[in-house]
T-cell receptor
Framework: ETGVTQSPTHLIKTRGQQVTLRCSSQSGHNTVSWYQQALGQGPQFIFQYYREEENGRGNFPPRFSGLQFPNYSSELNVNALELDDSALYLC???????????????FGAGTRLSVL | RKEVEQDPGPFNVPEGATVAFNCTYSNSASQSFFWYRQDCRKEPKLLMSVYSSGNEDGRFTAQLNRASQYISLLIRDSKLSDSATYLCVVNSPDSSASKIIFGSGTRLSIRP
């Protein structure tokens, strides 16, 4: 096991609602990254948080936002849910260094979100 | 052009065969490279990092070609348990931040 935990495991929402997903990172890791994975696709990078600040963002609209807390856990918030937001949301923790560490990602089991 | 491209497969090969996947990336400033394995309805798990000099871990060999901007994964003596989707991952700088790009994955199915 990676030591990365996500909650909830499954979630059903309706279009227009808001959702918050949570992630606890592996002990000793300072960085959390969030990904969206649609069926049959690779994970798409949403953003990364390092020391409580956003440290990189993929091509996702502003209604996808996040937080990182002092204990390095993190939340992903999605506002105004759309049908296409239905996917597996993966959180990964890593030990990031601006000096160029390899930034290996260790994944949680994911939250499966269905938007009806 | 996608930032990271993989042949989606599926590759269907007999047990014991050797199989190779390639992955190309577009950002020449990319810094680190990985292969992940993902089983059906599970999270991705690190298979191996990819180093400039090439590296081997048992039956698995990874290579990086910076000039041509591709990485490869070779699996020798394939086992039934190797059936999975193999994801290529590239870590690229994005101004002062980090951007992690996954390929769409290559599906591998090993038959008895």
């Amino acid at each position: 096991e990676t030591g990365v935990t996500q909650s909830p495991t499954h979630l059903i929402k309706t279009r227009g609602q808001q959702v918050t997903l949570r992630c606890s990172s592996q002990s000793g890791h300072n960085t959390v990254s969030w990904y969206q994975q649609a069926l049959g696709q690779g994970p798409q990078f949403i953003f990364q948080y390092y020391r409580e600040e956003e440290n990189g963002r993929g091509n996702f609209p502003p209604r996808f936002s996040g937080l990182q807390f002092p204990n390095y856990s993190s939340e992903l918030n999605v506002n105004a849910l759309e049908l296409d937001d239905s996917a597996l949301y993966l959180c990964a923790s890593s030990h990031y260094s601006p000096l160029g560490a390899k930034n290996i990602q260790y994944f949680g089991a994911g939250t499966r979100l269905s938007v009806l | 052009r996608k930032e990271v491209e993989q042949d989606p497969g599926p590759f269907n090969v007999p047990e014991g065969a050797t199989v190779a996947f390639n992955c190309t990336y577009s950002n020449s400033a990319s810094q680190s490279f990985f292969w992940y394995r993902q089983d059906c309805r599970k999270e991705p798990k690190l298979l191996m990092s990819v180093y400039s000099s090439g590296n081997e871990d048992g039956r698995f060999t990874a290579q990086l070609n910076r000039a041509s901007q591709y990485i490869s994964l070779l699996i020798r003596d394939s086992k039934l348990s190797d059936s999975a989707t193999y994801l290529c991952v590239v870590n690229s700088p994005d101004s002062s931040a980090s951007k992690i790009i996954f390929g769409s994955g290559t599906r591998l199915s090993i038959r008895p």
